[in-house]
């Protein structure tokens, strides 16, 4: 029987796809999951995995685009496994995948065994499992999420996991999380690192009980020594892994004409990661050994061209799931928000006053740094409260007004912008506005933040002075309507009292939707954040 394979649904408004790249070829034997092709839409870029197992019968050709929905291949013996160059083991492991319960012993052994290994059935060794596949699949992490991405497999497949072990890392648009196992068994890995699933989709499977002492993957691997690439490590077991590359890094690897076999893997079991991919194409190629006899010969001849100075190498990268979600709803806030921005500068010189005199005290009180956002961040909920339409969104045809602050604070963590909320920061002391920033500036950079602990801000402080900027715009947060810009201190003469004088001064912008908050508004709330910073004593005394 033939199975076809269609083009399945890869994003709300995608309507058609490029084929890319064909993995395998046609006629190739094909193993269930096996990635079989590359698509390319106008977005991104997806793999098509197989649906079985069996012969590979391609119907489009690379570069066709094609819509969704459409048969692109079909695969032979899909249903039965029975075709001539399919190994019977195919047959055992489409079994485990429609049942998700073997209850021969023979036919699990079978199982474990991959079509490429080709390796016959043997009786079952030390270990044996319950016969039960357990699949494994993404959990519901957050209202607004539909899909994650794998970021990274913390166990290889054919490992041994426990209970609650830690299998990969899943990251969203909003933040990382970490996938426990949820029974004790053999790891089968499904979707590979990189790929894009859906919440419900299974990532991986577990055989329940299985492989106690050594798995058979590494058990074909001793019988087929001379399979294994050059480059598996000398050190630790060898594994099917040794030398293989992940999808990332093959990817890396093809598009630069870099033999796999020629790489060190540094990750699990000698596997090729995508760090080593990158240094493998970064790393200069070794100059070809020149005759020592016919150099003198060949330079008196003619003398060669100069070098290009310096490298000219450049690599291709996956944007992240954050980073791709990052840039769409920027550019929507662009095209849907009538944002303009108005500035005023303030003068820092209190403020940092007070921060030479109390320093000291105030971190042996209460165990935190006064730092300058605690000013800013106090100083805007007396602004917010004072002109709600700051602190105000829009919901359809109608104006939400907050009577709280929940004030965003804009983090560069290492994959990327995220910013985490300070809940209720109008009722915030000093040292605990001090203490929160300081909780959610830590778990940001850990890749630790919820989605809890990034959602319902009502308005956005942003420093990008820490990287030296003078002046900015900076792009709304949606859905809320305004965000403060802050930047560097600069030492610049102003007048005092008909008077130049050196200050460290601060230019601040505001960037607000005009649909929601007027100019006498946003105008009048940078204003009275600069009287408030520039005489930190309203704050104490609340005038």
């Known amino acids: 029987m033939s199975l076809e394979v269609k083009v399945p649904v890869v994003g709300e408004s995608i309507t058609e796809v490029t084929i890319a790249k064909w993995l395998k070829q046609d006629g190739d034997q094909v193993a269930m999951d096996e990635v079989i092709c590359e698509l390319e839409s106008d977005k991104a870029t997806f793999e098509l995995p197989a649906e079985a197992a069996g012969i590979l019968r391609i119907k489009a050709q690379e570069g066709d685009t094609i819509a969704i929905g459409e048969v692109i291949c079909s695969i032979d013996g899909a249903a039965q496994g029975t075709s001539a160059p399919q190994p019977t083991t195919a047959a055992s492991q489409d079994s485990i995948t429609e049942s998700k319960t073997v209850t021969d012993p023979q036919s699990t052994v079978a199982a474990e065994n991959t079509p490429s290994q080709g390796i016959p059935n043997q009786p079952q060794g030390g270990g044996a499992g319950t016969g039960q596949t357990l699949e494994v699949k993404i959990p519901t992490v957050g209202e607004s999420i539909s899909e994650v991405t794998i970021s990274k497999w913390l166990k290889a497949d054919g490992d041994q996991v426990s209970m609650d ?45 299985a492989g106690s002492g050594v798995s058979t993957a590494s058990a074909s691997q001793a019988s087929a020594p001379a399979a294994q690439p050059a480059s598996a490590p000398s050190s630790g077991a060898t594994t099917y892994a040794s030398g293989t590359p992940s999808p990332a890094a093959g990817k890396i690897l093809s598009e630069r004409g870099i033999n796999a076999g020629d790489v060190n893997g540094t990750g699990r079991d ?20 020149q005759p020592a006899a016919a150099a003198p010969a060949a330079k008196e001849a003619s003398a060669p061209a100069p070098a290009a100075p310096g490298a000219r190498n450049s690599r291709r990268e996956k944007m992240s799931s954050l980073r791709k979600t990052v840039a769409r709803r920027l550019v929507s806030v662009k095209n ?63 104006m939400v007004f907050n009577d709280f602050c929940d004030v965003s604070i804009a983090v560069s963590a290492p994959k990327g912008l995220v910013v985490p ?71 610049r003469p102003v007048a005092i009292n008909n008077q130049v004088e050196i200050r460290p001064m601060m230019y601040l912008a505001l960037s607000y939707d005009h649909r929601i908050i007027d100019g006498r508004e946003s105008v009048s709330f940078l204003v009275r954040v600069k009287e408030l910073l520039e005489d930190p004593m309203r704050l104490l005394l609340g005038v």
């Open 165 to 209: 072990e830690v299998l990969c890392e899943l990251e969203s648009d909003k933040a990382t999380f970490e996938l426990p196992a949820e029974a004790a068994g053999v790891l089968r890995i499904v979707a590979q690192e990189g790929d894009t699933v859906e919440i419900g989709a299974t990532i991986c499977r577990i055989e329940v009980g």
């Open 270 to 289: 000698g596997r090729i990661t995508k760090e080593d991919a990158q240094n493998a194409q970064a790393r200069p190629a070794a100059p070809a050994p």
């Open 336 to 398: 849907e928000t009538a944002m303009l921005t108005t500035f005023n500068e303030v003068d820092m010189k209190p403020i940092m006053d007070i921060r030479a005199k109390y320093k000291d005290k105030f971190k042996e009180k209460h165990e935190v740094g006064l730092g300058f956002m605690s000013f800013f961040v106090k100083a805007c909920t007396v602004a917010l409260q004072e002109w709600p339409a700051v602190n105000a969104q829009i919901d359809g045809t109608e």
């Open 421 to 491: 909320v300070i809940r209720n920061a109008e009722s915030l002391s000093l040292d605990g506005i001090e203490k929160e920033v300081v909780r959610l500036a830590k778990r940001a950079r850990e890749n630790k933040l919820g989605i809890d602990e990034m959602t319902g801000g009502t308005f956005t402080i942003t420093n990008g002075g820490v990287f030296g900027s003078m002046m900015s715009t900076p792009i709304i947060n949606a859905p809320q309507s305004a965000i403060l810009g802050m930047h560097n201190i600069v030492n």
